[in-house]
């Protein structure tokens, strides 16, 4: 059974600087691609950052030169820098993933509990 666990959410004020960290744990083979998302309060789920298993990375244009995304891969863990955090930013922050499971026949999408992140003006 894979699970993903997010930390490092908290309360920054604007300015500020957060890192979340997202831990897959379970028989895993091989990622596909690692992301986050974010829901704020009566809005859509929308994609912040993604990262496929070359490097490549794609953002959202509202976090781009503010959001970094990143993965260990021997560690199972991915990680969302995020820099000069604005109100807007205020959201539950969900760690996404796509993988192969070990044992598995197909790749499935996995996603995390969600973290709080609240930016304050």
């Known amino acids: 059974q894979v699970q993903l666990v997010e930390s490092g959410g908290g309360i920054v004020q604007a300015g500020g600087s957060l890192r979340l960290s997202c831990a897959a744990s379970?028989?895993?083979?091989?990622?596909?691609?690692m992301a986050w998302y974010r829901q704020a309060p009566g809005k859509q789920r929308e994609l912040v950052a993604g990262?496929?298993?070359?490097?490549?990375?794609k953002y959202a244009e509202s976090v781009k030169d503010r959001f970094t995304i990143s993965r260990d891969g021997p560690k199972n863990t991915g990680y969302l820098q995020m820099n000069s955090l604005k109100p807007e930013d205020t959201a539950v922050y969900y760690c996404?993933?796509?993988?192969?499971?070990?044992?598995?026949?197909?790749?499935?999408?996995?996603w995390g509990q969600g973290t709080q992140v609240t930016v304050s003006s």
């Open positions: 990262i496929s298993n070359n490097g490549s990375t």
């Open positions: 996404n993933a796509d993988l192969w499971p070990q044992g598995g026949s197909t790749w499935k999408d996995y």
């Open positions: 379970g028989s895993i083979f091989v990622f596909r691609t």
